[in-house]
């Protein structure tokens, strides 16, 4: 099993906590794009053990306002996708 949330949500654009609950053990993509389909950002993150995980993630550039697209993708091919809310 494989699932994942971001917070805060709203968020402030400039930083997100991403918890992970997984079996999967190994590397996970996370991509942020805008609701146009825009990339605007990629992170990876190497899960070590099962179970709970969680990751802090500093955006690059401020996010301006607006609906942005998370996803999490694992190298077996497990996608989640969640929405982001930016103030």
Do not use: C, W
Not at 21 to 38: Q, R, W
Not at 39 to 47: A, P, T
Not at 62 to 82: D, E, F, P
């Amino acid at each position: 099993s494989f699932s994942f949330e971001v917070a805060p949500n709203p968020n402030n654009g400039k930083v997100m906590k991403v918890f992970i609950t997984s079996a999967y053990v190994g590397e996970i993509n996370i991509d942020i794009m805008d609701v146009l389909g825009k990339h605007i950002d990629s992170y990876s993150f190497e899960l070590t053990e099962s179970g709970q995980s969680t990751f802090n993630v500093e955006f690059a550039e401020k996010l301006s306002a607006g609906v942005y697209i998370v996803n999490a993708q694992t190298m077996n091919g497990k996608a989640i996708t969640k929405r982001l809310i930016v103030n």
